[in-house]
């Protein structure tokens, strides 16, 4: 399993010095990890590692070949309970980026729910909920399967951080091959599910990993919250069975994976390491 890096490494730089340091590191992966529709003030100015879904996808295919690293996935994180709204990162920036990866070979595009933002969201029901985040991916996924790429959920919200949330929106859209999982080992658990348990459940549908451990100081907040963004320690050094994530999904046949961690060059070798030791 190749082992790659989110290009948010350091902060305020653009896109190319985020790749420049992860060469330096010895990454050879790593996520186009921050999408936008239409032009970023603080991309344009070199301020924001985001990669625009209008601009030409080769133009950044070439950025990566300069540093000799491969794009894992497009994340294209959406507000799937939210009302549909223009502002909102949503079902039209998903169908942008199923077309701008598959354009330059890029396999995956990870998206998910994320929490309620709005007083109508959280008052959705489950039902509700479910239906509300299948109907704005009908389309996508549709159109990733004609493209020959998949949509994978990553957990980050009431429904995707849920084992049964997920099999509920897999029914809905009808089970399509074109529809995965991108497990994140630090979201499952804060949500309050075993990560292990969810890489058994969904092993044939899991395509990417998001690695992260969390330490002790999180254990109260678990099964309040709907992810953490990052880590900012190594994996191993805190409480989330990471070694028995890698034992279920060490014959999966996934192909990339990346370090959601933020924090010294030490902690991201260190996490390389422990996944290696762990036998994947």
Request: proline share 4%; with cysteine.
């Amino acid at each position: 399993m190749n082992i790659g890096v989110f290009l948010l490494i350091e902060a305020f730089a653009s896109v190319e010095q985020q790749l420049k340091l992860a060469k330096e590191m010895g990454f050879s992966h790593a996520d186009i990890t921050d999408t936008n529709a239409g032009g970023s003030m603080l991309g344009t100015a070199g301020f924001s590692p985001t990669v625009s879904l209008d601009d030409n996808p080769f133009e950044i295919k070439r950025l990566f070949d300069k540093y000799g690293i491969t794009p894992s996935t497009v994340c294209a994180h959406a507000a799937l309970l939210e009302p549909s709204n223009p502002g909102l990162y949503s079902t039209s920036e998903i169908m942008k980026a199923v077309k701008f990866a598959a354009a330059i070979g890029i396999k995956d595009i990870v998206t998910t729910d994320t929490d309620p933002r709005s007083e109508w969201a959280e008052n959705l029901s489950y039902q509700e909920r479910v239906f509300v985040m299948a109907e704005k991916l009908y389309t996508p996924v549709k159109m990733a399967a004609d493209y020959g790429v998949r949509i994978l959920l990553e957990p980050h919200g009431p429904i995707t951080d849920s084992i049964k949330g997920l099999e509920d929106v897999f029914d809905r859209l009808g089970n399509p091959e074109s529809l995965g999982v991108n497990l994140d080992t630090g979201n499952s658990w804060l949500g309050g599910v075993d990560p292990v348990e969810m890489a058994r459940v969904f092993k044939d549908k899991i395509h990417h990993i998001h690695w992260k451990d969390l330490d002790a100081e999180w254990e109260p907040k678990r099964g309040t919250m709907f992810g953490c963004g990052f880590s900012t320690i190594a994996l191993g050094d805190g409480v989330i069975d990471i070694k028995g994530v890698c034992e279920v999904l060490k014959d999966a046949n996934i192909e990339s994976s990346t370090l959601e961690i933020v924090g010294s060059e030490d902690i991201l070798k260190k996490s390389v390491e422990y996944l290696r030791e762990c036998g994947l």
